[in-house]
């Protein structure tokens, strides 16, 4: 079965830094894209960054570009998000997610999801 499991939610103050990470198994992991999503409470899902993890091709959402970078260790088969200067708008679960083929940034392309991890910025 494909598992992803994100790490390194918490809190922190706005200008702050976390780097999250998504260690993935279950599936190969060096031909598909793997992406970083959030979603705030009462809004919908967002794409944040994705990762091709064959040519390691990378794409941001406007939101977070300049100060997100995706990632990936392919030894350890885990894509980290490091997120750098937040601000209180980046606060909301964070979900990784991988799908097979190439890669895009819509989260009904996504075939697997890990459970998230919660991101708070004040």
């Known amino acids: 079965d494909v598992q992803l499991v994100e790490s390194g939610g918490g809190s922190v103050q706005a200008g702050g830094s976390l780097r999250l990470s998504c260690a993935a198994s279950?599936?190969?992991?060096?031909?598909?894209?793997m992406a970083w999503f959030r979603q705030a409470p009462g809004k919908e899902r967002e794409g944040v960054a994705r990762i091709a993890t064959g040519s390691g091709n990378t794409y941001y959402a406007d939101s977070v570009k300049g100060r997100f970078t995706i990632s990936q260790d392919n030894a350890k088969n885990t894509v980290y998000l490091q997120m750098n200067s937040l601000k209180p708008e980046d606060t909301a679960v964070y979900y990784c997610?991988?799908?097979?083929?190439?890669?895009?940034?819509?989260?009904?392309?996504?075939?697997?999801w890990g459970r998230g991890t919660q991101v708070t910025v004040s």
């Open positions: 997610a991988v799908k097979y083929g190439g890669c895009t940034l819509h989260a009904t392309d996504f075939n697997y």
């Open positions: 279950g599936y190969t992991y060096n031909r598909n894209c």
